[in-house]
């Protein structure tokens, strides 16, 4: 079967960036899961698998969204790194890095997310804009969780 392009429009293209975060956070939490070593191991592996469990969730949802909407999210590795703002791991990473990083992630996802729902409620889209701050919540929450991991 042949995919039919809809033509884009502002609220698919920040889900469509975010289809493509989602897959990155997904990837690079699961290297953080596998990779993890030092005093806090076993805390960060289970808050891992947590994590990339949960941002795996998030993306099914945002995709599905995308397609209600008649649009393609973007579906191979590649597409995703050229789309993502998020950047996946570099492998090398500390405990501390990696949690760091997170936080740092969700942050930038969060303020992406706030756009993307300013955008649906402008465009009358109330299903998409309370996807996104159900999802923005959540990510808020964790982001404040690893900062106090961190003790900040």
């Known amino acids: 079967m042949a995919k039919v392009a809809i033509k884009a429009n502002p ?8 289809v493509a975060n989602f897959s990155i956070l997904y990837m690079k939490i699961h290297n953080y899961h596998w990779y993890v070593k030092g005093e806090n191991f076993f805390t960060l592996h289970i808050k891992f698998e947590e994590l990339y469990n949960e941002v ?8 599905e969204r995308m397609l209600a909407l008649r649009a393609i999210p973007t579906a191979t590795l590649k597409q995703h790194l050229d789309t993502a703002s998020v950047k996946e791991a570099k492998n090398d990473e500390t405990a501390e890095q990696m949690v760091k990083q ?8 969060c303020s992406e997310l706030t756009e ?12 998409t804009a309370d996807l996104l701050i159900g999802i923005r919540s959540s990510l808020e929450k964790h982001s404040w969780m690893l900062e106090a991991f961190l003790g900040k």
Do not use: M, R
């Open 11 to 18: 609220v698919t293209d920040i889900l469509d960036k975010q």
């Open 102 to 109: 997170l936080a740092s992630d969700f942050s930038l996802v």
């Open 56 to 63: 795996g969730l998030h993306l099914d949802v945002i995709a």
């Open 116 to 127: 993307g729902i300013e955008l649906a409620e402008e465009s009358k889209d109330q299903p």
